[in-house]
């Protein structure tokens, strides 16, 4: 028996290999029947080179499913592999002018939208950029109040993208290490705790460009620190459809030292 050779390709970025089962995604009355072993399915990612952890989370997404009931290939053309890359930083195969320096280069964490059929090329999620809470991957970085210039947010390291679910066509993805600062003082980083965010788009946003956001840890000071102020929201997520215009999402939140971990659905 030939030992397989399963190291990365010299040069590559980190990849992303899927088995796909039968239909993706399909409305109910469609089920799974073939299972495609001979030519697994491999994305790579656009940032070459760099340690963005790209494919350590990944759902299937339908992002238009009118017809898909009977019409495989239009099943096959609008499912997505949303694929996270929770220490990507930018660019990271992004391009933005005048936004292109070292000093840019945020672990923000980055989520990928890749076609199953080719061509294969994943692209970052980036948002609308028309506010500040509806884009996905804040290309800016961590957030400063100009009038005091201190840290209102950190956004460095809270591993955007390592949580991953899709009911279908709503999507949502989680950054569980999201800090939020509430002093405007001197801020005492020892102190800090994060609190975890995730991002949600309805089912018509098709384009997957504007997102509400669920906090549920966000508000915490250091004085409730044994309270559910301090966890990291969104390290476990799921959605449930409960109508076709309503939902609920639940979300999971480890703690941190002495306070209180939580589970909670809105």
């Known amino acids: 028996m030939r030992e397989r050779n399963t190291s990365q390709p010299r040069g590559r970025a980190p990849s992303l290999?899927?088995?796909l089962c039968g239909v993706l995604l399909a409305s109910p009355p469609v089920t799974a029947?073939?299972?495609?072993?001979?030519?697994?399915?491999?994305?790579?990612s656009p940032a070459i080179g760099d340690q963005d952890l790209f494919g350590y989370a990944a759902a299937l997404h339908l992002v238009d499913d009118t017809g898909a009931s009977s019409d495989f290939q239009h099943a096959i053309q609008n499912t997505k592999i949303i694929v996270g890359a929770p220490n990507g930083t930018f660019p990271g195969g992004l391009t933005f002018t005048g936004v292109n320096d070292a000093e840019s280069l945020n672990h923000?964490?980055?989520?990928?939208?890749?076609?199953i059929s080719p061509p294969g090329d994943c692209e970052a999620l980036t948002g609308s950029g028309a506010g500040v809470d509806i884009r996905l991957f804040d290309y800016e970085g961590n957030e400063v109040d100009r009038r005091e210039n201190l840290l209102a947010e950190s956004k460095e390291g809270q591993f955007l993208g390592s949580t991953i679910?899709?009911?279908?066509?709503?999507l949502m993805v989680c950054a569980p290490r999201w800090i939020s600062l509430e002093t405007r003082g001197a801020v005492d980083f020892d102190r800090t705790r994060g609190h975890g965010r995730?991002?949600?788009a309805a089912a018509a946003e098709r384009n997957m460009s504007d997102?509400?956001?669920?906090?549920?840890?966000?508000?915490g000071t250091p004085s409730s620190e044994g309270g559910n102020s301090y966890c990291m929201a969104g390290t476990s997520a799921a959605l449930h459809e409960t109508s076709d215009t309503t939902f609920s999402a639940f979300l999971g939140g480890p703690p941190f030292s002495?306070?209180?971990?939580?589970?909670?659905?809105?």
């Open 17 to 19: 290999v899927l088995v």
């Open 198 to 200: 995730c991002f949600v």
């Open 165 to 170: 679910v899709s009911s279908g066509n709503r």
């Open 33 to 44: 029947k073939y299972i495609f072993t001979e030519e697994p399915l491999a994305r790579f």
């Open 211 to 219: 997102f509400f956001i669920t906090r549920p840890c966000d508000g």
């Open 108 to 115: 923000t964490g980055l989520v990928y939208v890749c076609p």
């Open 258 to 266: 002495s306070s209180n971990g939580m589970c909670t659905s809105s």
